[in-house]
């Protein structure tokens, strides 16, 4: 499953994206985990399964 996390700057949601990757490695799950800015979204968009917006979007 590949996942895109997406705040204001892309910035406050990688602490997030490094523990979302070590808990699907000890559970065994593979795929794609991302933080973008909001600017970014549309050009990642396609690419991820599940969208997750930071508060501040």
Not at 7 to 17: H, I, P, R
Not at 39 to 55: E, F
């Amino acid at each position: 499953m590949n996942i895109l996390l997406c705040c204001s700057a892309g910035m406050s949601t990688s602490l997030l994206v490094t523990k979302m990757e070590a808990a699907a490695k000890a559970r065994g799950l593979e795929g794609k985990i991302w933080a973008v800015s909001g600017d970014a979204v549309k050009t990642n968009i396609d690419q991820a399964d599940v969208l997750l917006l930071g508060p501040q979007v």
